[in-house]
């Protein structure tokens, strides 16, 4: 059974930083690309940053200089690190696995207080 778990969400204030984990397991087929979106209370989930096996990375405009997104391929781990967090960035942040088919995680709640 293929399993996404995200980690590291937390209780910040402004300024600070914080390091999302995300975590397979199970049998994935080739993995393309993993990556983080969020989604804040009354918004549509969106984009935060992906990157595919390559080490390409894409990257959403509200958070590119902040964030930054890297993979370890032999484990199937992703981690999003975030710095200079706004409260903005407030939202429940969801881990996406692509491989043929898209999976994802339940969720890990940052909150950035000003």
């Known amino acids: 059974q293929v399993q996404v778990v995200e980690s590291g969400g937390g209780l910040v204030q402004a300024g600070g930083s914080l390091r999302l984990s995300c975590a397979t397991s199970?049998?994935?087929?080739?993995?393309?690309?993993m990556g983080w979106y969020r989604q804040a209370p009354g918004k549509q989930r969106e984009l935060v940053a992906d990157?595919?096996?390559?080490?390409?990375?894409n990257i959403a405009d509200s958070v590119k200089g902040r964030f930054t997104i890297s993979r370890d391929n032999a484990k199937n781990t992703v981690i999003l690190q975030m710095n200079s967090l706004k409260p903005e960035d407030t939202a429940v942040y969801y881990c996406?696995?692509?491989?043929?088919?898209?999976?994802w995680g339940k969720g890990t709640l940052v909150t950035v207080s000003s």
């Open positions: 996406r696995v692509t491989a043929v088919l898209a999976y």
């Open positions: 199970g049998r994935f087929a080739s993995i393309n690309l």
């Open positions: 990157i595919n096996g390559g080490g390409r990375v």
